[in-house]
């Protein structure tokens, strides 16, 4: 059973903005994400391991758009 990748929640320090990714599959995370805040342009984003409780939640989330 292969390992499930863990979320990881990106911040903006500049303008609060955050997202939690969930990577599934071998699908990677885009660049514009990781890289810098979509909101803003900040270069310099946070990243974080995601919480588990945020991580079923963002989960049961991208399940339910799919
Ligand atoms: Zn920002």
Redesign the pocket.
């Known amino acids: 059973m292969p390992i499930k990748p863990s979320a990881q929640t990106y911040r903006?320090p500049?303008?609060?903005?955050s997202k939690t990714v969930v990577p599934n599959g071998d699908a990677l995370i885009p660049g514009d994400i990781s890289s810098a805040?979509p909101?803003?342009?900040?270069k310099q984003l946070e990243s974080k391991k995601a919480s588990a409780i945020l991580e079923a939640f963002t989960s049961l989330i991208d399940v339910i758009r799919h």
């Open positions: 903006c500049a303008c609060n903005w805040c909101k803003c342009g900040h």
